[in-house]
């Protein structure tokens, strides 16, 4: 089944303490992208790839770390958390960069800073 | 200053009329413009799209219409049904760069 996933779904962690969120896509997408949804915000895109070693920030980066050296994972990385990243988060992919090319969404991951 | 803006925050429409959802920019550089629906516990699904050379685009129940001058595009479901309920996101496009609108919650009622 072609997916995108996300771990963990939901994560509590105090502020400081880093973490990483994973996300996997199994459809040989080249292009990945981070965001965070926060309410009355819709979501905001925080970095996106457009293939492997190759990043860029998106509208919000402050706060956050990328990678991409496979295809199929684009993990976010919070070195140093604080509750303003308290938000839901998606990663998406799509197969390139065509503006006919749709995202695929992974199910979101919850995180609270405390 | 929010890019992308849809005004309607919720809607509430009787099961088998037209639910209209509005999506307002300001961003003249969008060349694409798309639409998601979110239900809860899950991710965005793109529901339909449009190039920023044309004014509208149809598939099935759902037709998006695009007025370029007015910076303004709306989503048309005919006729709705209880399954349309979620969370819809207007999506303009700039390269690789998404901006999405904050979303209008449609309820479908039966």
């Known amino acids: 089944e072609a997916q995108v996933t996300q771990n963990p779904r939901y994560l509590i962690t105090v502020t400081g303490k880093k973490l990483t969120v994973t996300c996997s896509q199994n459809?040989?997408?080249?292009?990945m992208s981070w965001y965070r949804q926060d309410p009355g915000l819709g979501l905001r895109q925080i970095y996106y790839?457009?293939?492997?070693?190759?990043?860029d920030k998106g509208d919000v980066p402050e706060g956050y770390k990328v990678s991409r050296k496979e295809k199929r994972n684009f993990p976010l990385i919070l070195e140093s958390p604080s509750p303003n990243q308290t938000s839901l988060y998606f990663c998406?992919?799509?197969?390139?960069?065509?503006?006919?090319?749709?995202?695929?969404f992974g199910p979101g991951t919850r995180l609270t800073v405390l | 200053d929010q890019q992308v803006k849809q005004n309607s925050p919720s809607l509430s429409v009787q099961e088998g009329r037209i639910s209209i959802l509005n999506c307002d920019y300001t961003?003249?550089?969008?060349?694409?413009f798309l639409w998601y629906k979110k239900y809860p516990a899950e991710g965005p699904t793109f529901l339909i799209s449009?190039?920023?050379?044309?004014d509208k685009n149809e598939d099935g129940r759902f037709t998006v219409f695009l007025n370029k001058s007015a910076k303004h595009l709306s989503l048309h479901i005919v006729p709705s049904q209880p399954g349309d309920s979620a969370v819809y996101f207007c999506?303009?496009?700039?390269?690789?760069?998404?901006?999405f609108g904050p979303g209008t919650r449609l309820s479908v009622l039966p």
């Open positions: 999506a303009p496009r700039r390269g690789q760069n998404f901006v």
């Open positions: 449009i190039s920023s050379i044309k």
């Open positions: 459809m040989n997408h080249e292009y």
């Open positions: 998406a992919s799509s197969l390139g960069q065509s503006s006919t090319d749709t995202q695929y």
């Open positions: 790839s457009m293939n492997v070693e190759v990043t």
């Open positions: 961003n003249s550089m969008f060349d694409y």
